[in-house]
């Protein structure tokens, strides 16, 4: 699903990446965990092609990032659901709202949007919050309706950065049990965390990443 | 385009209505200011089209012209190809006019014994022939023929008629484009401050996978809702200031029956403004880079 070949991305001189390389199987879901500026949403950012990396080659669902037009771009990223760890929810707009866009964007009709998205706030226990604005939700609530909007459209890839960021231990676990649920339906997903609790008993493989370099790859 | 895009746009455009509002009187001042423009330079044009429908020249013949003199002259006139017709005016006919014309002051002809009035050539020239320059060469060459006193035309008139039409076609043109820019340069400011507004919505949009198209959509329509609220605006001002004003002073304004107010500039401003806007928009956007 994803492959990494010698990645290296530069940010003003200094490597945010050095020479990356790994490989996601399909139906997986993973970790990467590191320190704060070890390069985890740099990676990701790369994986939804957010940025370019200075050397060498990234393979998404068997398409190479270099052979990709501007134009194209759109289209690769309705294949990947993103968890922002700013979240990026439209303040102006309701929950529903923000969870239909993902839909309204993949050019799906309205009368099939409300249903999809009702029963997707069901999943992630905000039915009776869709017509809240954002900023009335607490960090938790709202951390819930980003990965609503992420998973809404049954994407085949999951990108999640840093989903349970000050998140209390019982809120993290029903994140991680969302993720659990969407990954055991197909989706591989890829969540970059430095919270141990997450990944600590998974029995899943987590990167280890140390000022851009992978340094370590276990089960845990 | 789709009724997100439509219910997004109206949004944006109610949530600062009042800056919004504003671009809308701009652009309908503008575009007002523009049809004051083009229909001025629309009577001017007119009136240069019909001026050479009405303008004749006069050749006012010596006495005692003898009748076959006059027949050859007449002949002559009309074999020159910028001539469309040449009427023979008698003395006598002359003085009828005269009479007519007088038709309740008669008295002031009363102590005349002989008619003081010479006979003459009345002379319309082909409408592509009315230019200052060709009619005075003609004048010119009338003036040498046998038999030929004076030969009149008002000179004057037709020379400043010309320049004024000429210059106030070119001041007009450039003053209409002018305008025209400035409000395309309103709607484009207008949608890009929106636009850097919504910088981070964009941005979100763009990670979510919506295309330039699904973006550029409810910017695309609030400049055009803007452009089509300025073009209703000035349609609406049009109406009332030429439909409806002046015709209610051609009464104490006669000369105000002369002018044409041409009804399809007004109805058409709307759809003026809605292109305009929707112009503007579209440049402000610009490429949307992913």
């Known amino acids: 699903m994803i492959l990494f070949e010698n990645v290296t991305k530069i940010f003003e001189g200094k490597p945010a990446l050095k020479e990356l390389s790994f490989h996601v199987e399909k139906g997986e879901l993973l970790f990467i965990t590191g320190q704060s500026g070890a390069g985890k949403s740099t990676l990701l950012k790369l994986v939804y092609h957010a940025e370019r990396p200075e050397a060498g080659s990234i393979t998404i669902a068997g398409q190479r990032r270099d052979t990709i037009r501007p134009g194209e771009i759109p289209f690769l990223r309705r294949n990947i659901g993103i968890v922002f760890q700013d979240f990026r929810l439209l303040a102006t707009r309701t929950v529903y709202e923000n969870v239909a866009l993902a839909l309204r964007i993949r050019g799906m009709k309205e009368r099939g949007i409300k249903p999809q998205v009702m029963e997707t706030l069901r999943v992630v226990n905000l039915r009776h919050k869709s017509d809240s604005y954002p900023p009335r939700l607490s960090g938790g609530e709202q951390q819930r309706v980003v990965i609503a909007r992420a998973i809404v459209a049954e994407p085949a890839l999951l990108l999640a950065d840093e989903p349970t960021g000050n998140l209390d231990p019982e809120t993290s676990a029903g994140i991680l049990k969302i993720f659990k649920d969407i990954n055991a339906k197909g989706t591989t997903v890829l969540v970059a965390t430095h919270n141990r609790d997450l990944y600590t008993n998974s029995g899943r493989r987590v990167f280890k990443l140390v000022e851009g370099s992978l340094v370590g790859e276990e089960t845990a | ?290």
């Open chain 2, 1 to 290: 385009m789709n009724p997100y895009h439509l219910k997004s746009a109206l949004g944006g455009l109610w949530k600062e209505k009042w800056i919004h509002f504003l671009s809308v009187l701009s652009i309908a001042v503008g575009l007002f200011i523009i049809t004051l423009g083009f229909i001025a330079v629309y009577n001017l044009h007119y009136l240069a089209v019909k001026l050479p429908e009405r303008f004749s020249m006069t050749v006012y013949l010596k006495e005692g012209v003898p009748p076959d003199d006059v027949n050859k002259l007449l002949a002559d006139l009309k074999a020159n190809n910028h001539v469309q017709k040449a009427s023979f005016i008698s003395k006598d006919m002359a003085l009828l006019e005269l009479k007519k014309s007088l038709k309740d002051s008669e008295y002031l002809l009363e102590g005349l014994e002989e008619n003081p009035l010479p006979a003459s050539i009345e002379i319309k020239l082909g409408k592509d022939f009315v230019k200052t320059a060709s009619v005075k060469q003609f004048a010119g060459e009338l003036k040498e023929m046998a038999w030929v006193e004076e030969v009149q035309y008002g000179e004057e008139f037709l020379n400043s008629i010309q320049s004024v039409m000429s210059g106030a076609k070119a001041v007009g043109t450039v003053f209409l484009v002018a305008l025209l820019a400035g409000i395309i340069f309103v709607c484009y400011s207008t949608v890009k401050i929106l636009f850097y507004r919504k910088a981070d919505e964009v941005e979100t949009l763009k990670l979510l996978g919506a295309t330039g198209w699904f973006i550029r959509a409810p910017f695309l329509l609030e400049g055009s809702i803007i452009g089509l609220g300025g073009g209703l605006f000035a349609g609406l001002a049009g109406f009332f200031v030429f439909e409806l004003s002046l015709k209610g002073f051609a009464g104490a304004m006669p000369v105000l029956r002369y002018f044409i107010v041409p009804a399809w500039a007004i109805y058409s401003l709307p759809a003026i403004g809605l292109a305009i806007g929707f112009a503007g928009a579209l440049v402000a956007l610009g490429r949307i880079r992913f």
